[in-house]
């Protein structure tokens, strides 16, 4: 099994030794290249793109360009977790352990990240603009109408996967990538972002985070889920704290 993670960067970080971790550098079209690192900014690529796609011009970049049976998209501080225990960089996933889970399942995915009291939907509008959902919609009701009804449970649900965190079969990546960036594609030609702060215009790295469990609930890939490492610390406190007040502002973040 060729088995490559692209762990995507827009800085100098850590990165594992085992050899099937590749550190890129995401954005690098914008300069300061990274010593050590691959950039996302050769052959076909979409490198300056990324302070609206993210970790997403990395998955690009590695989609069109690597060789590889299997490829995964992992973060800088934000790992598969494996078996072994101690600090949180000797929890990370070895190479080995990924292509055992392979072995079984096609697809590896991150536990999912549950919201309890607020539905997809809910808790994207609360934080980002019910627009890029809306623009979202209309793209996949006009060039993928099977999927529409796959993206209304999937809004309605209280939870999913997140992260842009994923190993695939590289038939799957393939299928999974041409109908996912032909959504960005055409949403991006229709949504106005010119209005947005830097956070809200990393709107299709964030829209991306969602179209993964649609691309699921329609194809029905088994998969299985791992658990996650954090490199940083999550500062829960102060996450549970924006949420709460996201949630319960009038209106949330319309435009």
Excluded at 51 to 56: A, I, K, M, Q, S
Excluded at 69 to 83: N, S, T
Excluded at 99 to 111: D, F, H
Excluded at 200 to 227: S, T, Y
Aim: aromatic letters at 12%.
């Amino acid at each position: 099994m060729k088995l490559k993670i692209v762990v995507a960067s827009h800085k100098e970080a850590w990165m594992p030794e085992d050899p099937v971790y590749l550190p890129v550098q995401a954005g690098r079209a914008a300069g300061n290249p990274l010593p050590g690192f691959a950039g996302d900014d050769t052959g076909d690529n979409i490198s300056s793109r990324n302070p609206h796609y993210c970790e997403l011009t990395a998955l690009y970049w590695a989609w069109k360009n690597l060789d590889a049976d299997h490829l995964g998209l992992v973060h800088y501080r934000r790992h598969f977790a494996g078996k072994r225990f101690g600090e949180p960089r000797r929890r990370i996933a070895s190479g080995a352990e990924l292509e055992e889970k392979l072995s079984r399942a096609p697809l590896l995915l991150p536990s999912p990240r549950r919201y309890f009291i607020e539905t997809n939907r809910s808790h994207y509008i609360h934080a980002h603009h019910a627009e890029d959902l809306d623009t979202t919609r209309a793209v996949i009701a006009e060039k993928f109408p099977d999927f529409l009804a796959d993206f209304d449970r999937v809004m309605r649900r209280t939870g999913g996967h997140r992260f842009n965190m994923f190993v695939m079969r590289r038939d799957l990546l393939d299928a999974y990538c041409r109908w996912l960036f032909a959504i960005l594609f055409a949403t991006e030609e229709r949504l106005d972002i010119s209005g947005y702060d830097p956070y809200g215009a990393r709107v299709f790295g964030f829209l991306g985070e969602r179209l993964l469990d649609v691309w699921l609930e329609h194809e029905k890939i088994p998969f299985l889920e791992m658990p996650t490492v954090h490199l940083e610390s999550q500062h829960w406190c102060r996450k549970i704290w924006n949420f709460l007040r996201r949630k319960f502002r009038c209106g949330g973040r319309r435009g």
